[in-house]
T-cell receptor, first 110, second 113 residues
Framework: NAGVTQTPKFQVLKTGQSMTLQCAQD?????MSWYRQDPGMGLRLIHY???????DQGEVPNGYNVSRSTTEDFPLRLLSAAPSQTSVYFC?????????FGPGTRLTVL | KNQVEQSPQSLIILEGKNCTLQ??????????LRWYKQDTGRGPVSLTI?????NTKSNGRYTATLDADTKQSSLHITASQLSDSASYIC????????????FGTGTRLQVTL
């Protein structure tokens, strides 16, 4: 039981490049979400999903896309990276009473 | 606007000493409050979750308290260890909003010899 896994752990992009951050969970949780964590700020919700085929926007969705084709996977796509997207990204999945976070992806956009 | 404020921002204590971290919130209607521990370079890990009716919950050397009337919570760490060095994040959930968790900015604790 690996919990929530994320890849890559580190990534450097140039402005305008696109990429996908991968997230997978093996706990059969319906609810999954993506957060970004910036210095001096609490985690902010980017997008979330309440089940396969269902996604919705969080607090800071601009510049990001998500899809949920399976219960296990919830990738986050950056369409055209900008320096403002430099951050640490966390994927999480939630059971009824608990939320489990992945180890994070540190993204730098030059 | 829902907010969670934590204090102090950072704290340095000697190994073996106790400490208390504070969390004040304005989230409404209140559902539950969670404390997470986040080691450097890792994702947050849950320590406790408290609902409206609970005013104390322990997890080993960690004890959380909740005063729903004053909208305050504290996390008390007893007999601190070097491995307690981390950021501690207070998170409050509002009723009826499956997606909406409000995160505090955390308290960074350093335990030294």
């Amino acid at each position: 039981n690996a919990g929530v896994t994320q890849t890559p752990k580190f990534q450097v992009l140039k402005t305008g490049q696109s990429m996908t951050l991968q997230c997978a969970q093996d706990m059969n949780h319906e609810y999954m979400s993506w957060y970004r964590q910036d210095p001096g700020m609490g985690l902010r919700l980017i997008h979330y999903s309440v089940g396969a085929g269902i996604t919705d926007q969080g607090e800071v969705p601009n510049g990001y896309n998500v899809s949920r084709s399976t219960t296990e996977d919830f990738p986050l796509r950056l369409l055209s990276a900008a320096p403002s997207q430099t951050s640490v990204y966390f994927c999480a999945s939630r059971s009824r009473n608990e939320q489990f976070f992945g180890p994070g992806t540190r993204l730098t956009v030059l | 606007k829902n907010q969670v404020e934590q204090s102090p921002q950072s704290l340095i204590i000697l190994e073996g000493k106790n400490c208390t971290l504070q969390c004040n919130y304005t989230v409404s209607p209140f559902s539950n409050l969670r404390w997470y521990k986040q080691d450097t370079g890792r994702g947050p890990v849950s320590l406790t979750i408290m609902t409206f009716s609970e005013n104390t919950k322990s997890n080993g050397r960690y004890t959380a308290t909740l005063d729903a009337d004053t909208k305050q919570s504290s996390l008390h760490i007893t007999a601190s260890q070097l491995s307690d060095s981390a950021s501690y994040i207070c998170v409050v959930s509002a009723t009826g909003t499956a997606s909406k968790l409000t995160f505090g900015t955390g308290t960074r604790l350093q335990v030294t010899l």
